[in-house]
């Protein structure tokens, strides 16, 4: 599974992004997709995550009720919608592919190379 990660930009805070990630691969619907991101002198933090039906989603404490992630199985995209954007949330967003939805960085195989997200107050 390759992943290619976009989207990123410069928001003034209270502004939306949507993030796209884009898979290739046979067996790409068989994966939990899932989104990291990480701050410069921080360590990676879990975001979101999507099992393979879509039926079922997973979000961090800090972006619950402001970011969204979907699944579009006919384009092999992953979409993070972020809405309300603080400037804590500026960091490199990554996504990311496993077997096992949850928030720990093992349980995801496969890794996108990140797109940067800019929060400006």
């Known amino acids: 599974v390759q992943l290619q990660a976009s989207g990123g930009g410069l928001v003034q805070a209270g502004g939306s992004l949507r993030l796209s990630c884009a898979a290739s691969?046979?067996?790409?619907?068989?994966?939990?997709m899932g989104w990291f991101r990480q701050a410069p002198g921080k360590e990676r933090e879990f975001v979101s995550a999507i099992v393979r039906s879509g039926g079922s989603t997973y979000y961090g404490d800090s972006v619950k009720g402001r970011f969204t992630i979907s699944r579009d199985k006919a384009k092999n995209t992953v979409y993070l919608q972020m809405n309300s954007l603080k400037p804590e949330d500026t960091a490199v967003y990554y996504c990311a592919a496993g077997r096992t939805p949850g928030g720990f960085e093992a349980l995801y195989a496969y890794w996108g190379q990140g797109t940067q997200v800019t929060v400006s107050s």
């Open positions: 691969g046979r067996t790409w619907g068989t994966y939990v």
